[in-house]
């Protein structure tokens, strides 16, 4: 392989020395001139390395000049340097440029050495002078090349790693791709384990609420959470509290004999219950003068809305609508539902018979079918003797049979009050009176139905059991009757004959302190009289006495007016002030 590149057209030859840490060859140039014949006073060309002034044939060593860096040529006396053989792949140096002609060297030329001052053309005898060489080390760019015409590029020895830089290896690549997609599928992996978490914990957190919300449930059906008590109905409770209910009162107007008869439909959205609260006709309520009266005195005397507002009083309801039922109606209405099937728990006359000792109208039994008469006749009939409590269980079985025929589709139940052609009292429709009995109908054909009576003392009052059974548990209410110890409660009773009597004597004892109440009206008498029944209420009596300007001497121990602690009835001797008209 050929070391040497010829790098210029003036002969200089550049020789491969190594390679740079970029993998660019480096080269170091080699400047070589003719070769000249060194000096030899005898004639002879020997060849040698040195000057040898004594011509003994002994080479002597050459010394280098400092002033341009290059060790001169040696002279040598003795011997002549053999000149190597013709080598077509080395061309001789080309020769300096003589513009004269005169074969001298070029100035500037490197000559050999003339001990005398005498310059030796070129390769002419006699010169003795060895050819000079300079070697310096260069740096060659790899795209430089030698002139056209110069060296031929097959005798070049280039080889691939002189031009070969940094390349990638596949191995590497591939390492890298491995280790790309190695990390890759564990994040993704990562990612996947913790969607998983995430939706173990969600699925977690729903079991847990799914079990917390059914045991609370089951703890609500059973009747076993705080602030919840049963009803009596096993398997059923009603919580205090936070329970919708809607009421109407119905008041039935018995139009031939007399006298009122009054309930709370009672629809427990909540519980899913449906109840039918019978209220007694005494029960003491406050009407809008805050007198104390009675609750069929409120229905006589104060309508429909007074009563309304005055049970909701004494109750603690919310009565949304007051239907007035009066007995013809009650008729048309069991016979639109197709007559009513009931156990009746007593015989009942007809009351239209003509003779006594016909057979009963209404026959005592299990399982009776009532038609529209029938009905009216058993929800209205009060024997001799009995206490109005016993009338009112039979109207409200009545309404419960009713409740079991009508239907349960709102739209059906609505037609069929529609065709009633009642007035109802605003704010009651016809299809809100229709919506809310569809409701109740369906209730009381699932069995979930019932019937409650309000249990009232003697005096009127509601009683304790009454307020922790049916006020609190059915209604959601709370008790507030009339306050007895509050004030003396005085019934008057007008037999005076003069219809101012009551009125004057009304607001004579509210001025006084006492609770008035309106016994209605008697025939006339010439005495006045006061009675009592308890012996703890003989002074008041006496004190009512003489608050009205009555004697002491009319008031006796006897018989009481209802819900009243003294009763008065006034005579003719009841002195009048003013007009009485």
């Known amino acids: 392989m050929n070391d040497r590149y010829d790098g210029y057209a003036g002969g200089d030859q550049y020789e491969l020395v190594g390679y740079d840490e970029f993998g660019q060859p480096v080269y170091r140039q080699v400047s070589q001139q003719p070769q000249q014949q060194g000096y030899d006073p005898y004639g002879s060309q020997p060849q040698g390395y040195g000057y040898d002034p004594y011509a003994s044939g002994r080479p002597q060593p050459g010394r280098p000049y400092d002033t341009d860096g290059q060790q001169p040529a040696s002279y040598d006396t003795g011997q002549q340097q053999a000149v190597p053989p013709y080598d077509p792949a080395r061309r001789p140096p080309a020769p300096s440029y003589d513009p004269y002609g005169t074969g001298a060297p070029a100035a500037g030329a490197p000559g050999p050495y003339d001990p005398y001052g005498q310059a030796a053309g070129p390769g002419g005898p006699g010169t003795g002078q060895q050819p000079r060489v300079a070697e310096q080390t260069a740096y060659i760019p790899q795209q ?6 110069d060296e031929p590029r097959a005798g070049r020895d280039y080889r691939t790693e002189q031009f070969a830089f940094v390349e990638e290896q596949e191995d590497d690549s591939e390492d890298v791709i491995d280790w790309l997609a190695f990390t890759e599928n564990r994040t993704e992996r990562r990612e996947e384990a913790k969607r ?20 609370v449930g089951y703890l609500w ?43 709370l439909l009672v629809d427990n959205t909540t519980t899913k219950q449906g109840t039918t609260v019978l209220l007694p006709n005494s029960l003491a309520m406050t009407d809008d003068n805050g007198s104390t009266t009675t609750l069929a005195k409120s229905v006589d005397d104060d309508g429909t809305s007074g009563t309304r507002d005055a049970i909701d009083t004494v109750l603690g309801t919310d009565i949304q609508g007051t239907w007035r039922l009066d007995t013809p109606y009650l008729n048309n209405l069991v016979e639109l539902v197709g007559n009513i099937d009931i156990t009746t728990n007593t015989d009942v ?24 008469r029938m009905a009216v006749a058993y929800a209205t009939y009060r024997a001799s003797g009995e206490a109005q409590n016993a009338q009112l269980e039979r109207f409200g ?6 409740l079991r025929k009508l239907s349960s589709d709102k739209q059906a139940a609505t037609t069929t009050v529609q065709t009633l052609a009642q ?17 109740l109908a369906d209730l009381a054909k699932g069995g979930d139905y019932k019937t409650a009576l309000l249990p009232v003392q003697q005096d009127g009052t509601l009683s304790e059991s009454a307020s922790n059974s049916v006020i609190k548990d059915v209604l959601g209410g709370t008790a507030k009757s009339p306050d007895a110890d509050a004030a003396v409660r005085v019934g008057i009773k007008n037999a005076t004959g003069t219809k101012g009597a009551t009125e004057q004597a009304r607001v004579v004892l509210v001025n006084g302190g006492y609770t008035f109440l309106d016994s209605g009206t008697g025939a006339a008498q010439t005495v006045s009289r006061i009675t009592y029944s308890d012996a703890a209420k003989k002074a008041d009596a006496t004190e009512v006495a003489k608050t009205l300007g009555l004697p002491a001497g009319s008031v006796k121990k006897g018989t ?20 009485t008209g």
């Open 397 to 402: 079985a009545v309404m419960q049979g009713v």
């Open 196 to 215: 998983r978490a995430r939706s173990r914990v969600v699925a977690l957190v729903v079991v847990l609420a799914l079990v917390a919300v059914g045991g």
């Open 349 to 372: 006359p007809d009351p239209d018979a003509k003779k006594k000792g016909q057979a009963p109208l209404v026959k005592k039994g299990e399982g009776q079918t009532l038609s529209g």
């Open 221 to 263: 059906y059973a009747g076993k959470l705080p602030g919840t008590s049963s009803d009596g109905k096993p398997g059923a409770t009603t919580a205090v509290g936070a329970q919708n209910r809607d009421v109407i009162v119905v008041h039935l107007h018995n139009t031939k004999g007399g006298g009122t008869s009054t309930a």
């Open 423 to 439: 007035i109802l009292d605003p704010p009651l429709t016809d299809a809100d009176l229709g919506t809310f009995l569809a409701k």
């Open 144 to 149: 430089a090349g030698p002139a056209e015409g």
């Open 560 to 579: 009481v007016t209802s819900n009243a602690d003294v009763s008065v009835v006034l005579g003719q001797d009841y002195k009048l002030s003013g007009p």
